[in-house]
């Protein structure tokens, strides 16, 4: 492998200050400070310690962006419109082919990170609304919210049934359990009669990668700025 380069303190500054992060913030007491009365003092540090474990997990989604957005801007000619499988890369030149693996890379790691973010959210919800729920799933939460708090649940659900959502959940199990979008190639699965279907996996490019993150990005912050008290 050839040594690629990485993005140098201006350019980090660069793509930070134009990054969707500017502006937002939150603090491991957002959760539980204006709402001492409704929860357990007990929960208080438990809260405190999500939180916490929130802010670490953002910054990896931060410094993950930065350098997804680096690669992504240094250039990936991968565009697919009127092309078959067999020249998605035919205007690459060998620079390019870094470039996407880096950008490859780094966006999967923001799709690691960016669940992650979300599962701590509904370990939050857990502990504020007492759900009792031992296996915590985002989803899985926000729908146990309907009837305990009818606001919530109705604001969180906007964002689980937006497209881009189920967009980036079907990206990143993809990336875990199945062929990975973001390489061009053959699929075999068995359907529900036993029958054995081949098929080309639908590859992803780039730029479409890249908007469904910067979407994403914007319904994480809103579910983060719901739930603060």
Same mark, same amino acid.
């Given at each position: 492998?050839?040594?690629?380069?990485?993005?140098? #303190?201006?350019?980090?500054? &660069?793509?930070?200050?134009?990054?969707?992060?500017? @502006?937002?913030?939150?603090?491991?007491?957002?959760?539980? *400070?204006?709402?001492?009365?409704?929860?357990?003092?007990?929960?208080?540090?438990? $809260?405190?310690?999500?939180?916490?474990?929130?802010?670490?997990?953002?910054?990896?989604?931060?410094?993950?962006? !930065?350098?997804?957005?680096?690669?992504?801007?240094? @250039?990936?000619?991968?565009?697919?419109?009127?092309? *078959?499988? &067999?020249?998605?890369?035919?205007?690459?030149?060998?620079?390019?082919? @870094?470039?996407?693996?880096? =950008?490859?890379?780094?966006?999967? %790691?923001?799709?690691?990170?960016?669940?992650?973010?979300? #599962?701590? %959210?509904?370990?939050?919800?857990? $502990?504020?609304?007492?759900?009792?729920?031992?296996? $915590?799933? =985002?989803?899985? +939460?926000?729908?146990?919210?309907?009837?305990?708090?009818?606001?919530?649940?109705?604001?969180?659900?906007?964002? !689980?049934?937006?497209?881009? =959502?189920?967009?980036? *959940?079907?990206?990143?199990?993809?990336?875990?359990?199945?062929?990975?979008?973001?390489?061009?190639?053959?699929?075999?699965?068995?359907?529900? *009669? @036993?029958?054995?279907?081949?098929?080309?996996?639908?590859?992803?490019?780039?730029?479409?990668?890249?908007?469904?993150?910067?979407?994403?990005?914007?319904?994480?912050?809103?579910? $983060?700025? +719901?739930?603060?008290?």
């Amino acid at each position: 492998m050839k040594y690629i380069r990485y993005p140098n #303190e201006e350019e980090w500054k &660069n793509i930070f200050n134009s990054s969707p992060f500017v @502006g937002f913030s939150f603090s491991s007491s957002s959760f539980y *400070n204006n709402n001492l009365n409704a929860i357990d003092i007990f929960d208080s540090p438990i $809260i405190n310690s999500y939180g916490l474990l929130l802010i670490q997990r953002f910054r990896s989604l931060v410094e993950s962006y !930065i350098l997804l957005t680096y690669y992504y801007q240094l @250039g990936i000619p991968d565009e697919t419109e009127k092309r *078959n499988n &067999n020249e998605i890369f035919k205007d690459f030149e060998p620079h390019h082919f @870094g470039n996407k693996e880096k =950008f490859d890379y780094y966006s999967d %790691v923001f799709y690691f990170k960016v669940f992650s973010c979300w #599962e701590v %959210v509904g370990h939050i919800l857990n $502990i504020q609304y007492n759900l009792k729920i031992k296996q $915590i799933e =985002f989803k899985k +939460v926000v729908r146990q919210l309907k009837g305990k708090d009818d606001d919530m649940f109705l604001k969180l659900s906007e964002i !689980i049934s937006n497209f881009e =959502f189920i967009n980036a *959940n079907t990206y990143r199990n993809h990336i875990t359990h199945n062929y990975s979008p973001n390489m061009p190639g053959l699929v075999r699965r068995i359907d529900e *009669n @036993g029958v054995v279907i081949e098929y080309v996996q639908e590859y992803f490019s780039s730029s479409v990668v890249y908007e469904n993150i910067k979407s994403v990005l914007e319904l994480l912050k809103r579910s $983060i700025e +719901v739930i603060k008290n």
